[in-house]
T-cell receptor, first 114, second 114 residues
Framework: KNQVEQSPQSLIILEGKNCTLQ??????????LRWYKQDTGRGPVSLTI?????NTKSNGRYTATLDADTKQSSLHITASQLSDSASYIC?????????????FGAGTRLAVHP | NAGVTQTPKFRILKIGQSMTLQCTQD?????MYWYRQDPGMGLKLIYY???????DKGEVPNGYNVSRSTTEDFPLRLELAAPSQTSVYFC?????????????FGPGTRLTVT
């Protein structure tokens, strides 16, 4: 069964600290993987996309890694800011029936405290 | 560009009532999607459309109907509201349904059925 599991479910860190969020998936065949940021009361917004051949991708203070062999991805946030408080969702995409199908993780809820 | 817009933002329905959730995008995207997000769960695809006049079921279509008469609009209809339909509903759009094209999400509609 195609599944995406994220850990931890929630995380509290102090402003300025780093953190790493984990994503394990069993989706096959794999096409690409996105990390989305979802602010409270808003829709998800894409942070990074990684294809099968990419190991790492950065977007400012966000760095995503991908190990397609172990089917794991991580999102590392450097020097956290209060505005990083949000849910971070790992989404694995595969091609089925001629179009992309998205499998969403439940998300990690991050709270950055001053 | 306004992107993807949704109305209403919030709605409370009584069991058995009907309503339509509106979704409009101004990016001239061919593909549009409806998802629901339940607490602690990943987003689930309800219906999708590959272009005007063409719609298809997603993972959880029961209790919903859609239409796509124009490229811009993709309304979601609930005919007989049930408590199980209490959720946050997101509309999304993408230029293509394959490759690495990003899905852009609207701000969501929070629906409560009592």
């Amino acid at each position: 069964k195609n599944q995406v599991e994220q850990s931890p479910q929630s995380l509290i860190i102090l402003e300025g600290k780093n953190c790493t969020l984990q994503c394990n998936y069993t989706v096959s065949p794999f096409s690409n993987l996105r990390w989305y940021k979802q602010d409270t009361g808003r829709g998800p917004v894409s942070l990074t996309i990684m294809t099968f051949s990419e190991n790492t991708k950065s977007n400012g203070r966000y760095t995503a890694t991908l190990d397609a062999d172990t089917k794991q991805s991580s999102l590392h946030i450097t020097a956290s800011q209060l505005s990083d408080s949000a849910s971070y969702i790992c989404v694995v995409i595969f091609l089925s029936g001629g179009y992309n199908k998205l499998i969403f993780g439940a998300g990690t809820r991050l709270a950055v405290h001053p | 560009n306004a992107g993807v817009t949704q109305t209403p933002k919030f709605r409370i329905l009584k069991i058995g009532q009907s309503m339509t959730l509106q979704c409009t995008q101004d990016m001239n995207h061919n593909y549009m999607y409806w998802y629901r997000q339940d607490p602690g769960m990943g987003l689930k695809l309800i219906y999708y459309s590959v272009g005007a006049g063409i719609t298809d079921k997603g993972e959880v279509p029961n209790g919903y109907n859609v239409s796509r008469s124009t490229t811009e609009d993709f309304p979601l209809r609930l005919e007989l509201a049930a408590p199980s339909q209490t959720s946050v509903y997101f509309c999304a759009s993408s230029y293509s349904g394959t490759g690495t094209y990003e899905q852009y999400f609207g701000p969501g509609t929070r629906l409560t059925v009592t």
